[in-house]
């Protein structure tokens, strides 16, 4: 905001903004509360001779209709404070912003521009574990209208209606060379860990790929939550998909237990070189192992799971799901639940090994941890060689000196 503007002109500007159009003065008037006529019509002369709003006239009804609009461009901050993939949401806000003209700027991880003010900023946060951080900076824009946002901070706050269903602005990320979105949110089951059902309730289409789909694009890139609980819905958009002839990438996965004939012959059809799955609890074994070969049946020898790790289970329990799989020649993608607080470095070593193509096809997880201990000390027992070798080196004095220890020139 300009320097100079009083808090009653701000707030004028602000209710234009948000109107987007004409507002008369009674509506703007009502829509700031209580203010005397005198102040009122004194700031909205000030706003008008700075060239900030201006009176607009309608003719042509039987009355002249007319009212005020805002001059001034929105300057609008994005910031991204965690997401992976590009951030859908503000994605659909840079669209909605840059369609009324406003400026909009995209800001990644917690640093933001400092120089620029911004009239809106809204800040997504994706991981729990940086809310805190999120919180504190929307405190470093106190002239803003701040809106906080993402499953990190808060898991009931959508995007209305009309941003919703916008196609997202692509261009936000540069390196995005895929469509993205959702045509379905929610699931029928209540995962313990899973934010979903808590955020998106029972599972409900919400759209087909042409919403999202930039024409540009090769390759889509579906976030829906467990599409195959809406096996009609699931269908149609592998129509969709097959009639555009997209490269297409669900990034949630496959939920095992509702595979069957008639799905796994759909995702064969869809050419996904290695379909994802998800094995989380050990009591899904006859499911997996069920699923496994109506893959097999179904032509697609090779799958990618997703096993959840750390997560109300023993480190044993998810070794053996992990073999399990290596055993029946599936692919894994070990994810640590919580990796902060995961003390016990087996399940890093399991991450890496399992995550690891070459590692997990060539060796077990025993060798694997003894390799890599190996060079642990290898590379330990190459650096006390060289410290040594180093202070050899040294002053006679300094020999047996550790860097923390040393003397000051002074103590010399
Ligand atoms: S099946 Fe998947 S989406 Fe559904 S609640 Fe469980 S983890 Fe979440």
New binding site residues.
Partial sequence: MGRGISGLQKSILEVLNEKKGMASTKALKKAIGRVSDQSFYRSLNSLQKRNLIAWYKEHGGPHSQGGLVSLKRVNVLLVDVDSVIPNLALMKLSAFHKAQGDNVDLSRGPKVPSKIEYDIVYISCIFSRNGRAARRLAKRFPNAKVHLGGSGVDLKTTLPDEIEHLMPDYELYPECDYSMGYTMRG?????E?????KKDGKAHHVSDIYEFWDRRHKKIVLLD??IL?LPQHFKKIAKQIIKEGLRVDFQ??F?VRLLNDDNAKIIKSLRIHEPTF?W?ELDMENAVLRGIEILKRNGINRAIWYVLVGFNTTFEDALYRVNRLRELGQRVYVMLYNKEELEDRRYSHLRDWANARMSFASCTFDEYVRTRENGVQKQMAAARKERKKREKQLHPILQGVGIKSMPRHGDL
């Fill in positions: 699931c029928i089951r209540n995962c860990f899973c934010i979903v059902p939550d467990n609980a949630s996965g939920d998800a989380d």
